[in-house]
């Protein structure tokens, strides 16, 4: 495996455990706030995370780019 590939799995690795504790902590959120904040934070972490690899898959240096911006 090369330095790429590893980085790569490392950060898939950094990526899952940020979606993890997002939902574990939001899981404790009153449950009136479900279709509020509970949702609004999830939804955000899975964009943070979906915006990085459509900048990656595109294999544009100024897409890649945009795309780390907006997340």
């Keep these: 495996m090369d330095d790429k590939n ?3 799995a ?3 690795a950094l990526m899952d ?3 993890l504790d997002v939902y574990s ?6 449950k009136d706030e479900l279709y509020g904040v ?4 999830r939804r955000a972490t899975l ?3 979906l ?5 990656y898959a595109r294999r544009r240096d ?5 795309c780390l911006e907006i997340s």
């Design 6 to 8: 590893g980085f790569h």
């Design 10 to 12: 490392q950060l898939y």
């Design 17 to 19: 455990d940020f979606v």
């Design 25 to 30: 902590v939001s899981k404790n959120f009153p």
């Design 38 to 41: 509970t949702s609004q934070l």
């Design 47 to 49: 964009s943070v995370i």
């Design 51 to 55: 915006n990085y690899i459509e900048g």
């Design 62 to 66: 100024k897409v890649y780019k945009n």
